[in-house]
């Protein structure tokens, strides 16, 4: 087997089309392009999102291709995500790649959108985690902990009984009238916020699962309550609203993060997926001296397919790869 292989990843599970070419670990290119399309929905629409990815699919590959100095002859594989994602966002991405396999005629290598938030601490750069290591993956559709004993091998072992962290960020922005994506603009405000100055009740749930719909519920009665007695109280409070939510929610990451590592004595740990940019969150993982901490670099928390390709080159290594007949899936489980 090749020790080096170049592969093109190529990921469109959710707003996001990206490709990447890596030759064995490291990234050569990572093109993103984002679809600001759904800003003024204030959430992602499915039908508009799988329409951008069809007109960005093209060039954004072309542009990986070109960046990398990579040319189509070169390709070991291609990689992409089968899941999980919105469906129709996922049929572009696989049946690009199906048809880019047909046309130079190399394998195809399905991946875990999950499972490469997770691998994107092993591209070539800074030092990866020892197995075993726990991973939080914080991201729009997700959070989960998720024990790591080898490239793959990966256990749930928490994750939320109903909205993902980023949605929980997405979700109160959206209620004080932030622009979509809510998460990066409440890090933002946060910055200049008082974080003691709103306290929101943390959630009781058995085990080291989590629960962020109660924060949401419990902002939105809060906001009510206020606007009733002063129509500008979002805009007048809104630095430390925001630091004040993101407190609560970083707060309750971290205290199951911290149940899961002493209960599996494991002081490896990482965070990783679009949540993990959150500046806040970075800092609390910091702060943590027991803890060998692994925090991605900023362009590997959000969706990218730098990611996709790191996982493929795993499976690449073992000679892992599937064929015309993979389906993508939305539900895919880790
Ligand atoms: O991993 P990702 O790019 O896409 C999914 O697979 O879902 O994560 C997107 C999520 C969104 O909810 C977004 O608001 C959140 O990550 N996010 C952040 C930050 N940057 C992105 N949340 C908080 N602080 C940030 N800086
Ligand atoms: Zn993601």
Known sequence: MKSDPIILAIESSCDDTGAAVLRGRKVLSN????????????????????R????????????????????????????FTKGPGL??????????????????????IEINHMEAHILAHFIEGDAAPEFPFICL?????????VKVSAPDQFQIIGE?????????????????NFPFPGGPMIDKLS???????????????????????GLKTSVLYFLKKEIAKNPNFIEENKVDLAASVQKTIIDIL?????????????????????????????????????????????EYCTDNAAMIGIAAYYKFMKGEFTDQASKASARLEM
């Open 31 to 50: 093109v993103v392009a984002g679809q600001s399309v759904h800003e003024k929905y204030g959430g992602i629409v499915p039908e508009l999102a799988s």
């Open 52 to 79: 951008s990815h069809q007109q960005n699919i093209v060039p954004v590959v072309h542009q990986a291709l070109e960046k990398a100095g990579i040319k189509k002859e070169d390709i070991d594989a291609i990689a």
């Open 87 to 108: 469906l129709g966002s996922l049929l572009v991405g696989s049946s690009f790649a199906k048809a880019f396999s047909m046309a130079i005629n190399k394998p195809l």
């Open 137 to 145: 993956t914080v991201s729009g559709g997700h959070t989960q902990l």
């Open 160 to 176: 939320t009984i109903d909205d993902a962290a980023g949605e929980a960020f997405d979700k109160i922005a959206k209620i004080m």
């Open 191 to 213: 910055k200049e916020g008082i974080a003691d100055k709103f306290s929101f009740a943390h959630p009781k749930v058995p085990g080291l699962n989590f629960s962020f719909s």
């Open 254 to 298: 971290m205290k199951q993060l911290r149940i899961a590592a002493q209960q599996n004595n494991i002081s490896q740990i990482a965070i990783a997926g679009g949540v993990s940019a959150n500046s806040g969150l970075r800092a609390a993982l910091k702060a943590e001296s027991e803890w060998t901490t692994f925090i991605p670099k900023f």
